[in-house]
């Protein structure tokens, strides 16, 4: 018993130092990607918050329960101003 | 000639469950709404004649309050409905906040989000889009033979139409950023091994949204079920913005099955003693008519006569029935 969970774990962390090698920078791009969309989605849903009204409001209420903890990141992302430490961010 | 009649069109082709009246304001759209629904009803079938002006007249012509009240009874097989958009609104935006609060289990709604959710209702395409949403609710339900919609003027008519093509193209475009994002999401978790990838809400409340637009546009234009008449008088401005509009409608391919012509001063008042004035009117009028009958060559189905008095009540309500439909 002991001896298999010894090997599991070796495998195991065999398994994951290959993912962070090969895999970890395109599941992380794959994510950032996703993030920037979801942040074109919002725009496109709910963009009369910003004052550029898209989609009908009726329909967008209806979006709105799910993007609720989106939004305020969402705003700040959208409205920001650029400046130096941008770069550097 | 022999003219096509309007009870022909309704024996040639029993699929056309809806019936819709178009023209501009003030023309008679309600009062046909109301007479065709009575005709119907008479003949036996189940009838709900229901308007989607948020200033409907249905009560006045009915004489009974039907406000916000949903399918009343006007006799029997004839049932009525006017939507309260106001109200619908309000409800809908109660929805969405108690839906945030669950979701979240949240106290209050965050100011920001509050905000949004009063501005959005203010907003004048809402009353629109809610009673849009809510003709989609009556039809999808069912339990009646025909449904007769009592329209918005015209440009608004337009406006209704357009709202829905435009409406759809939009949810495509969302909906195929959403399936993007989805493939994001599915690429990401092969990659890390997750085995399961949660449902996405979101994606799924746009195909709704996407199904409820679809049923109502589909309805609007669709030739074997949808029977749309215009109202016309005899009188040059009506003649020419009907005809601008009906190619308006053609393009959003809605079935035109003909035109009524309404408010026709009886030609008999000729031979008698009148003033100048309505001998003029009636002159006029006899040259309209003959310019009717050549642009809309063929596809006139009833000639309409002015009553002695407004309509309201079924009483008047019959005999415009029996003008359009003749004697049943």
């Known amino acids: 018993m002991a001896d298999d969970k010894k090997k599991g774990g070796f495998f195991q962390a065999v398994k994951e130092f290959v993912y962070g090698v090969a895999a970890h920078d395109s599941a992380r791009f794959a994510m950032k990607t996703r993030a920037s969309m979801e942040h074109l989605f919002i725009l496109i849903t709910m963009g009369d918050m910003l004052g550029v009204p898209i989609l009908p409001p009726y329909y967008s209420l209806r979006l709105l329960p799910y993007v609720v903890p989106q939004i305020s990141t969402w705003k700040r992302r959208m409205l920001r101003e650029k400046d130096l430490t941008d770069a550097l961010a | ?328």
Request: charge should be negative.
């Open chain 2, 1 to 328: 000639m022999v003219r096509i009649s309007l009870a022909n069109i309704f024996e040639q082709y029993p699929d056309r469950h809806y019936i819709m009246f178009g023209g501009k304001g003030g023309l008679g759209k309600t009062t046909f709404s109301a007479a065709t629904a009575y005709y119907l009803a008479k003949k036996g079938k189940r009838v709900l004649v229901f308007s989607v002006d948020p200033q409907a007249s249905l009560s006045d012509i009915f004489k009974k309050d039907i406000f916000g009240k949903g399918p009343t009874e006007i006799m029997p097989n004839l049932y009525a409905q006017e939507i309260d958009a106001d109200r619908r609104v309000k409800e809908y935006q109660e929805e969405i906040r108690k839906k945030i609060l669950e979701m979240y289990g949240m106290e209050k709604i965050p100011e920001e989000i509050e905000s949004y959710i009063q501005a959005a209702a203010a907003e004048p395409a809402m009353e629109e889009s809610a009673i849009f949403d809510e003709v989609v609710d009556i039809v999808v339900k069912g339990g009646y033979d025909y449904y007769i919609y009592d329209l918005v003027p015209l440009g608004h008519a337009l406006y209704y139409l357009s709202m829905a093509s435009v409406y759809d193209e939009w949810i495509d475009k969302i909906t195929s950023l959403r399936q993007q994002m989805r493939e994001y999401d599915q690429v990401a978790a092969v990659i890390r091994r997750d085995k399961e990838l949660d449902e996405d809400a979101i994606l799924n409340e746009l195909l709704y949204i996407k199904d409820r637009i679809n049923k109502s546009s589909n309805i609007l234009t669709d030739k074997q079920k949808t029977a749309f008449f215009f109202v016309v008088t005899a009188e040059e401005m009506i003649i020419n913005d009907t005809l601008k509009a009906g190619e308006l409608f053609a393009k959003f391919d809605v079935p035109l099955s003909g035109y009524i012509v309404n408010r026709v001063l009886p030609a008999s008042l000729k031979e008698q003693n009148i003033p100048e004035y309505l001998r003029n009117r009636l002159t006029m009028q006899e040259h309209y008519l003959k310019v009717i009958d050549e642009v809309f060559k063929g596809q006139i189905l009833a000639f309409v006569s002015e009553m002695e008095r407004d309509i309201t009540g079924l009483t008047m309500i019959e005999k415009i029935a029996k003008n359009m439909f003749g004697d049943f």
